[in-house]
């Protein structure tokens, strides 16, 4: 399995950005469809944004449509997600997660394909 840590959370105001990474180690990154989730205190775990290996196909929840943004750099080794125009509802830990199936043409749209997860990074927005 690929390890994952995630950076880049913090405290910002409504209509702030932030932008998150999440670097992986190992030689296979650049074969796996990425994803990003949050959990904010109680409440289930949402897939936000998934990628696929290339970033030629992106899946966005409709809470992240328009004001998110996901990207990967296969030469870094690093996933990254923009996040625009934040709201207070956006609030919570953000976790990086990827899937071990290689070349996956389509970027999933549920966490049933994704099999490493990171650590997670608060991401607080203040009203």
């Known amino acids: 399995q690929v390890q994952l840590v995630e950076s880049g959370g913090g405290l910002v105001q409504t209509g702030g950005s932030l932008r998150l990474s999440c670097a992986a180690s190992g030689s296979t990154f650049s074969t796996y469809a990425m994803g990003w989730f949050r959990q904010a205190p109680g409440k289930e775990r949402e897939l936000v944004a998934s990628?696929?290996?290339?970033?030629?196909?992106?899946y966005y929840a409709n809470s992240a449509k328009g004001r998110f943004t996901i990207s990967r750099d296969n030469a870094k080794n690093t996933v990254y997600l923009v996040m625009n125009t934040l709201k207070a509802e956006d609030t919570a830990v953000y976790y990086c997660?990827?899937?071990?199936?290689?070349?996956?043409?389509?970027?999933?749209?549920?966490?049933?394909?994704?099999?490493?997860w990171g650590q997670g990074t608060q991401v607080t927005v203040s009203s």
């Open positions: 990628i696929t290996w290339s970033g030629g196909d992106k």
């Open positions: 997660a990827a899937d071990s199936a290689e070349f996956r043409g389509v970027a999933p749209p549920d966490s049933t394909a994704f099999d490493s």
